[in-house]
């Protein structure tokens, strides 16, 4: 907000007291008046400048959270697929180190069994030497029955020997076989061991992106609730400024133009007019609060009503007797209720928090609708309130009281 505002709206309050704050006309001249609202109309085009700028700020922040919202969505599917891939690598690694295991298992019974069969061969090689070689050729032959038996004795002796030493081959043979395939597995394991390091390396790297992409997000939440408090109190400062610009209008007519005894007061007007006899005026369909945005182009599009913020409680009241025609959720507007009145007005009333009527029932002026909230596309708690004659927008502050 620019230093110039604040000090204008100081010097309108303090300074300008008689102008503003309804007493005699005559204590500033026409001129004087004059130059006082060319002065609150720069401040306010100013402000507006500032209120502008803002928005678009919001707006921006608005769109760079919804891309932090993706990016974070994101990184936390990477996050679950990862987890996945390092339990199937545990998985992995815990089933090839069993298969391990048990081809070592399967080796030292390979090697036992060569062990055995080399303690038998041995054993007979030594029974051989002490028989003299021979001896156990004639121990075949005198234990023969006949020379046909003595032939089979020797070739089954022959072939013993010779079944041990295929059998010891064979086992040897396996051995390899099982040492090879033993090999091929460490390999297998050693990779799984160094695919466990890049998944590990790659989880911390995505954990750490999580966090600085959260600790982003909340720096720019924070940024867009200061630009939100901002807006706000740029709003409340215009409200401000065009109160004063009124009053300066209204003692400027007061000089050119005065007030007969046949005219009556302004006010007067007002409180006698109603929608229910003369089709004109609506009440204020707030509890307090005041006017935080107004009819007209907003941040790139129309606004189709005012917006009524800071209420003293969140109560929204029928602007006048009328029938709820709508009563629901409304895309942009979030849940709203419609009320065509006499006269061919129709208020419209949004983003309320609840709804307290339906659609047919019979409502009067000040009867309780629902409560002000920020449902649909809202940035904040409020009221945002249209007005229709006919099927044609209105501006509201030409009909509330």
Known sequence: ???KIVTMATMAVVGFGSVFF????????????????????????DLKADLSEAESEVADILIELEEMNVEVSRIQKALEENKASMKKNEEDIAHTQEEIDLLEEEIAELEEAIEQRFDILKERAVAYQKSGGDISYLEVLFGSQSFGDFISRVSAINKITDSDVT??????ADKAIVEEKQDEVVVKLDELKDLKQ?????????EDQEKETKVKQANLKEKEE???????????????????????????????????KTQPAPDTKVASDSVGSSGGYLAWPAVGGYISSYVGPRWGRMHNGIDIARPSNHNILAAADGVVTKAGSAGGLGNRVEIEHSGGL??????????????????????VIGIMGSTGNSTG???????YKNGALQDPMNYLN
């Open 167 to 172: 059998l010891m081959e064979q086992i040897e």
């Open 226 to 260: 200061k630009l939100v408090a901002k807006v706000e109190e740029l709003k409340l400062e215009d409200n401000k400024l065009a109160a004063l610009e009124k009053d300066v209008k209204e003692n400027m007519a007061a000089l050119t133009k005065p007030v007969t």
């Open 346 to 367: 129709k208020t419209i009333y949004g983003h309320l928090s609840s709804i307290n009527v339906s659609v047919g029932q019979q409502v009067s002026t000040g009867t």
């Open 198 to 206: 890049e998944l590990e390396g790659m989880q911390a790297l995505i």
């Open 22 to 45: 309804g007493t005699t006309a005559s204590a500033d001249s026409l001129e004087d008046l004059k130059d006082k609202e060319t002065e609150l109309q720069q401040d306010r085009k």
């Open 1 to 3: 907000m620019k230093r």
């Open 381 to 387: 708690i409020h009221l945002h309130f249209e007005v």
